[in-house]
């Protein structure tokens, strides 16, 4: 799968939109036992047939076993944090606006560290690093579908027309990102304070 892929892009949202649906089923309850199954993937449990099917449904008949892992990766990741929107592009992004609520605009902050092992994690230690930055989001919104996307790609080789990498695109989209909403999200904060203050 490659980014610029229109069709995997379209399969991606839906995949976020069954995501979305099991926490809107039951009258709004959500799917617990589903939700719960998902989240145990990540201790290396398969989730049942009956709690993944709504995820199977949108998935192409391409994806490959290995691409069904990041799959449940990504579901597992929702199941503990439930806060989807396509208003971030990345979780750089995420994390950028909690660096900004949480620390400021200092110089350097656990957060940075976090990132920067993050980005430097192969696929096969990406689990584990994904997981506790994603602790950290609570209130603040992921893109889930663009994170499948960027597991997908996290380690793709193929060269991109501008010369870089998939994979290596992935992580410089995550830094960009991540300064960019750490310093924006920081800026408007000041500036909200600054106009409470003044009224």
């Known amino acids: 799968m490659t980014s610029d892929d229109s069709q995997s892009d379209r399969w ?15 009258g709004g309850k959500g799917d617990l036992g589903a939700l719960a199954e998902l989240r145990r993937y ?5 989730p049942s047939v009956g709690a993944v099917s709504p995820l199977l449904a949108v998935l192409p008949d391409w994806v490959t ?32 606006v909690y660096r900004a609520q ?24 990406l689990d584990h690093h994904l997981r506790q ?4 989001l609570d209130g603040i919104s992921i893109n889930y579908a663009q994170l499948l996307r960027d597991v997908l790609n996290w380690e793709n080789t193929q060269f991109r027309h501008d010369g870089l990498t998939y994979g290596e695109s992935v992580r410089l989209r995550w830094l960009r990102d991540y300064d960019r909403m750490a310093h924006t999200a920081y800026a ?12």
Not at 12 to 26: D, T
Not at 42 to 46: A, R, V, Y
Not at 188 to 199: A, I, W
């Open 133 to 136: 930055a994603v602790t950290l």
């Open 65 to 96: 076993e290995k691409q069904m892992a990041d799959v449940f990766l990504t579901a597992g990741l929702f199941a503990d944090h439930r806060e989807h929107s396509s208003a971030h592009r990345s979780l750089g992004a995420s994390l950028g």
């Open 188 to 199: 408007r904060s000041v500036s909200l304070s600054g106009d409470e203050e003044t009224s």
């Open 42 to 46: 990540k201790t290396g449990q398969l």
């Open 12 to 26: 991606a949202e839906r995949f976020a939109s069954a995501l979305k649906a099991l926490v809107q089923a039951r």
């Open 102 to 125: 949480k620390h400021g605009d200092v110089d350097s902050c656990p957060t940075d560290t976090r990132l920067k092992v993050l980005l430097g994690s192969p696929r096969t230690g």
